[in-house]
């Protein structure tokens, strides 16, 4: 089974940056997702991390400390169409993707 | 290309009922998806079919059901509705291409048990 932490809330201005954390326990770890739903939509895939170390696409990062069981994924230059939630989900070996409760992210002008 | 498409979009269905909802992956993907997304427990996973086989199953009683087809396409089913049943049914699709790491989700339906 899974037990996935991440912040319910955060709130930043535009143009900041935020980071939201993520920490994990797993048997075995395939892989930890990071994706944006904006409401009423569906999921949007942002980001996957296998290894240690930080990606870099765009103005989204995510970083994956093993073990730690930790991940962040960072958002630089907020822009108020980045308002939504961000999803945490890790991957165990059997391929079963299990899914954090969401950290909303509201962007203030 | 075009995206996962699930139908119907919204259902509305009685204590007891039975309902199947579709979803046709991106073409050429051949992993499908299903999880139930509600406010009080997320998205949580229902299961996975790869090549007309269920490879994966979450903890959900044996009311949820689901099979794929030869060209993909999935159903998944609920019988004996009940109205914890109520929740935003998506489905994802992944193929090789990414090494079935980045999912497609579609738009969803929204089942409604009354």
């Known amino acids: 089974g899974q037990n996935i932490d991440q912040p319910t809330e955060m709130t930043a201005t535009e143009g900041a940056i935020v980071q939201i954390n993520c920490t994990y326990q797993?048997?075995?770890?395939?892989?930890l997702f990071w994706y944006q739903q904006h409401a009423g939509e569906a999921p949007t895939f942002l980001s996957y991390n296998v290894l240690d170390g930080l990606e870099e696409k765009g103005r989204f990062s995510s970083f994956l400390s093993r073990s730690k069981g930790y991940s962040y994924l960072l958002l630089k230059e907020l822009q108020m169409k980045d308002s939504a939630s961000y999803l945490c989900a890790v991957r165990e070996n059997d391929y079963k993707l299990s899914f954090g409760a969401g950290t909303t992210v509201t962007v203030r002008a | 290309k075009a995206g996962v498409t699930q139908t119907p979009r919204y259902l509305i269905k009685t204590r007891g009922q039975q309902v199947t909802l579709s979803c046709s992956p991106i073409?050429?993907?051949?992993?499908v998806s299903w999880y139930q997304q509600t406010p009080g427990q997320g998205l949580q996973f229902l299961f996975e079919?790869?090549?007309?086989?269920?490879?994966n199953k979450g903890n959900f009683p044996g009311r949820f059901s689901g099979r794929q087809f030869s060209n993909s396409r999935s159903e998944m089913n609920v019988s004996t509705l009940e109205l914890g049943d109520s929740a935003l049914y998506l489905c994802a699709s992944s193929s090789e291409m990414t090494g079935y790491n980045e999912q497609f989700f579609g738009p969803g339906t929204r089942l409604t048990v009354l």
């Open positions: 079919y790869f090549s007309e086989t269920q490879r």
């Open positions: 073409s050429g993907h051949r992993s």
């Open positions: 797993t048997s075995g770890f395939n892989g």
